[in-house]
């Protein structure tokens, strides 16, 4: 047999323990400064940490370009990302796949693959702009998805809408959604509050505030059970679909294969109302992200 000469030998052993070295790498876990981040992102921590695979924890890093950058520039190594904001990362905001959730996966998919990054299976809630109104609005007139809704307002229902100012004017949103189904809202039917956010429209709602009965929300908001308000579901796609999933970086998944497999049953289990409670646990309830992502966890395992 012939002998290797010695360097030849001894760089195969160099890159054999480097790479044995980066393997055994922990997996740098992050997550957005939200409270939906830092939920998603305990999941994934928790989930490769009882897997055995070892993690360091650098949660609610910032940002979307933020944690984005970082996620690139392999300074973290995986953390929890809407298919919708590909929309952006790829200068793709007046594409219609977006409104598609198969689609939007497959093409923030595909576009991201060329630097190194794998979306796995996202949840199927959907953290987009939402219209909601009050539950016992929804329960006493059957009040569903936004056709529904139309309808009522169309009949001359009692109905009147808390909105920041954005969501009134900007084209993609109520403009967007009273142009698909149909109703238009009036000036009497609009509290419209400069700067607010949803936490603004939804307390408006939940105290009926000057007769507000529906709020701007989005649709995992922690809010929402807590407040007793309904998503009314968008059925014709007017807004961007915004599921989160698991990214992580293609190096490290061939490092831990596993990951895939561990995160899959995880992500599947969250619907809209799943995650709607979970972040109400935290922004209502005062929880601790890491102790509710502990205990639905748990309930996973039973």
Partial sequence: MMKRPLAFVTAIAA??????????????????????GSVLGQMILQSLTDAGIEVEDRMQLGGTSIVREALI???????????????????????????DAEAAFATVKDKDA?????????????????ISVRGE???????????????FINEGGDYKLAA????????????????AYGFTLDDEQMLVLSGGNTAATMRAAAQQTSGV???MTYGTDGGLQ???????????????????????R???LDAYPRIAEVLAPVFASLDLETLQRLNGDVAVNGLDPAKVAADYLATLED
């Avoid at 190594?77 to 594409?95: K, L, R």
């Avoid at 609005?137 to 309808?151: F, G, H, K, S, V």
């Fill in 250 to 252: 293609q190096d490290v």
């Fill in 73 to 99: 520039n392999g300074e973290i190594d995986i953390y929890p990302e809407y298919t919708g904001n590909g929309a952006f990362f790829h200068d793709m905001a007046d594409s219609d796949v977006w409104h």
């Fill in 164 to 179: 920041s100012t954005d969501f009134v004017e900007s084209a993609f949103a109520l403009p967007a959604f009273q142009e």
């Fill in 213 to 215: 009965n529906s709020a």
């Fill in 226 to 248: 807590a407040l007793d308000l309904v998503v009314m579901e968008d059925t014709k796609g007017v807004q961007p679909v915004y599921q989160p999933a698991p990214v992580v």
């Fill in 15 to 36: 890159s054999t323990l480097m790479a044995s070295a980066q393997a055994a790498d922990p997996v740098v876990v992050s997550s957005k400064i939200d409270t939906e």
């Fill in 114 to 130: 060329a630097q190194g990054l794998v979306w796995l299976s996202p949840a199927s809630a959907n953290n987009t702009y939402a």
């Fill in 137 to 151: 609005l929804a329960r006493d007139n059957d009040l569903t998805t936004l056709e529904d809704m139309a309808a």
